[in-house]
């Protein structure tokens, strides 16, 4: 079950750029984790749907049949896998051109959409990419390790089985398999002090915080593969010296300082889910707010901009800081490179890209933060009626 990142949406713009004369198809369709949905097969019958509208497009753009049905197979090829069809999230989202296709299950509902344009259209992933989107949390137990994928409104566990074992227990080979919080039980005594008969006179809890040091730093380094260069914050749940290890330990630059103080490994995701939203909220809103408020302090001074035109061009020149975009429909124009600007048109022409989706793929590609308004319980509506704002960097 693969994360959707950054560097995947490089990826599919560098494949845009480098595909001459190609369309590209973005699919997005609501999907079920569980339920009568998914023993009913609605999820595929939709996205069947969906592959059919997909086909109506490409004719209209005067597709040959042949060549439609070479689009139309990583496609064909994902409907008739019922294996993958039983393993979904809240939403599926589909990118196919020439040579090229790629899908991703993710944890926030998406719309009933197709795009058949020039480029790939990536808006109804904001909520994911963007600055108040995502969060990771790492439980840290003696008796279970594992790693979630969260949003404010959803939680789901990523399989890490593969990498990284699944207990202390397990990996440690503990003699004593106590609670979380009997870190240090059973030792010798001598002279009040736990002391191992042995020639180095460590205690048992100095030996098994050697081991579990050792532990939290095999799993930081697997976690590299998902984590390397995400941006994203890091939730710690456990007791407090397992979290503190590995934050001593971890290479990733965005743990969370408050972690999640729990004896007993929690199983239900949900739970655990709503201990680290505590946490993780609050952050999330302030980040916002300090976001906006840098942007209300120097509004009108010639760094800012609610015009998509303008907003959209300085996107592909790098200029954007910070984005702060309102869920809205499509804005359809063109950038002209010549000219240095973009052009907004009442209605879609062919070549056109929708401008919010173009200023949003720039600056993400390009290092800027993005906010989604109204996601993680913060707005902001322009007096105008603008949907989106740009702080530029100079």
Same mark, same amino acid.
């Given at each position: 079950?693969? $994360?959707?990142?950054?560097q995947d949406?490089?990826?599919?713009?560098?494949v845009?750029?480098?595909?001459?004369n190609?369309?590209?198809?973005s699919?997005y369709?609501p999907?079920h984790r569980?339920?009568?949905?998914?023993l009913?097969?609605?999820?595929q019958?939709?996205?069947?749907?969906k592959? #059919?509208?997909?086909?109506g497009? /490409? *004719?209209r753009?005067?597709i040959? *049949?042949?060549?439609?049905?070479?689009?139309m197979?990583?496609?064909?090829?994902? @409907?008739?896998?019922?294996?993958?069809w039983?393993?979904?999230? *809240?939403?599926?989202?589909?990118?196919?051109?020439?040579g090229f296709?790629?899908?991703?299950? @993710?944890?926030i509902?998406l719309?009933e959409v =197709?795009?058949?344009?020039? +480029?790939? &259209?990536?808006?109804?992933? @904001?909520?994911?990419?963007s600055?108040n989107?995502?969060?990771?949390?790492?439980? /840290?137990y003696?008796?279970?390790?594992?790693f979630?994928?969260?949003?404010i409104?959803?939680? #789901?566990?990523? %399989?890490?089985?593969?990498?990284?074992?699944?207990?202390?227990?397990?990996?440690?080979k503990?003699?004593?398999?106590?609670?979380d919080?009997?870190?240090?039980?059973? #030792?010798t005594?001598v002279?009040?002090t736990?002391?191992l008969?042995?020639?180095?006179g460590?205690? +048992?809890g100095?030996?098994?915080? %050697?081991?579990? #040091?050792?532990?939290? $730093?095999?799993?930081d380094?697997? /976690?590299? +593969?998902?984590l390397?260069?995400?941006?994203?914050p890091?939730v710690?749940?456990?007791v %407090?010296?397992y979290?503190?290890?590995?934050k !001593?330990?971890s290479? &990733?630059?965005?743990?969370?300082?408050?972690?999640?103080?729990?004896?007993?490994g929690?199983?239900?995701?949900?739970?655990?889910?709503?201990?680290?939203?505590?946490?993780?909220?609050?952050?999330?809103?302030q980040s916002h707010a300090?976001?906006?408020?840098?942007?209300?302090?120097?509004?009108g001074?010639?760094v800012?901009?609610?015009?998509?035109?303008t907003?959209?061009?300085e996107?592909?020149? !790098?200029?954007?800081?910070t984005?702060?975009?309102?869920?809205?429909?499509? =804005?359809?124009?063109?950038?002209?490179?010549?000219?240095a600007?973009?052009?907004?048109?009442?209605? &879609?022409q062919?070549?056109?890209? %929708? @401008?919010?989706?173009?200023?949003?793929?720039?600056?993400?590609? +390009?290092?800027?933060?993005?906010?989604?308004?109204?996601?993680?319980?913060?707005?902001?509506?322009a007096?105008?009626?603008?949907?989106?704002?740009?702080l530029?960097?100079?």
């Open positions: 079950m693969a $994360l959707i990142r950054k949406i490089e990826k599919l713009l560098n845009q750029h480098n595909t001459q190609a369309l590209c198809i699919i369709i999907t569980a339920g009568y949905e998914t009913s097969g609605q999820d019958i939709l996205f069947k749907n592959i #059919r509208e997909v086909r497009l /490409l *004719e753009h005067d040959a *049949e042949a060549e439609i049905e070479a689009y197979k990583p496609a064909e090829d994902l @409907l008739s896998d019922n294996n993958f039983r393993h979904q999230a *809240e939403g599926l989202a589909v990118f196919i051109t020439k296709s790629v899908h991703y299950t @993710l944890p509902t719309p =197709v795009y058949v344009l020039d +480029q790939f &259209y990536i808006t109804p992933m @904001l909520p994911i990419l600055q989107g995502r969060f990771f949390i790492l439980s /840290l003696r008796e279970k390790v594992a979630y994928e969260a949003t409104d959803k939680i #789901r566990q990523i %399989d890490i089985s593969s990498f990284v074992p699944e207990s202390m227990n397990e990996a440690l503990f003699d004593v398999k106590g609670k919080q009997d870190f240090n039980t059973s #030792r005594t002279n009040g736990g002391i008969g042995n020639p180095q460590f205690s +048992q100095d030996q098994q915080h %050697d081991r579990v #040091r050792e532990f939290m $730093l095999e799993i380094n697997s /976690l590299q +593969q998902i390397h260069d995400a941006t994203e890091l710690l749940a456990g %407090d010296h979290c503190s290890i590995y !001593g330990i290479k &990733y630059k965005n743990i969370v300082e408050q972690n999640i103080n729990i004896n007993e929690v199983d239900d995701a949900n739970a655990l889910h709503g201990k680290a939203l505590a946490v993780i909220k609050p952050l999330m809103q300090d976001s906006l408020t840098r942007y209300e302090n120097v509004a001074t010639g800012t901009s609610e015009d998509i035109a907003v959209a061009a996107a592909v020149h !790098g200029r954007i800081d984005l702060f975009i309102a869920p809205s429909d499509p =804005v359809w124009g063109t950038y002209n490179a010549v000219n600007t973009a052009e907004v048109h009442e209605q &879609y062919r070549g056109d890209d %929708d @401008l919010i989706n173009l200023a949003a793929i720039k600056t993400l590609a +390009q290092g800027g933060k993005v906010y989604v308004s109204t996601y993680g319980g913060m707005a902001e509506v007096d105008n009626g603008a949907n989106v704002k740009a530029f960097r100079y």
